[in-house]
């Protein structure tokens, strides 16, 4: 089994920088891909930044171009998502979720989740 570990949500002011960090555990696990999703009050879970595990290629959400920035560590199996520029609207629950490699093959979703950690960003 994979386990993800989450950390290093808080709350923080409009305009602070936090690091989120998500660590893989558990059995030999190389993803296909690793993101972090998050879920506000009230919305759906939405996509906020991927990161391909072979060659680093990365995506973002358009809300978060220019201050967040997806990367991982191969030899400690983590990811990472530095957040800068912080807004109110960034509030929410982030999910770091990996999708192996036959989830990428079938065109399925990311099929290990972590337990979600919660970001404040007060005005």
Known sequence: ?????????????AGDSLRLSCVTSGRAFTPYAMAWFRQAPGKERAAVAQITWSDGSSSYADSVKGRFTISKDNASNTVRLQMNSLKPDDTAIYYCAAKSF?????GRAYDYWGQGTQVTVSS
Not at 1 to 13: K, N, R, W, Y
Not at 102 to 106: D, I, K, L, V, W
């Open 102 to 106: 036959p989830a990428y093959f079938r």
């Open 1 to 13: 089994q994979v386990q993800l570990v989450e950390s290093g949500g808080g709350l923080v002011q």
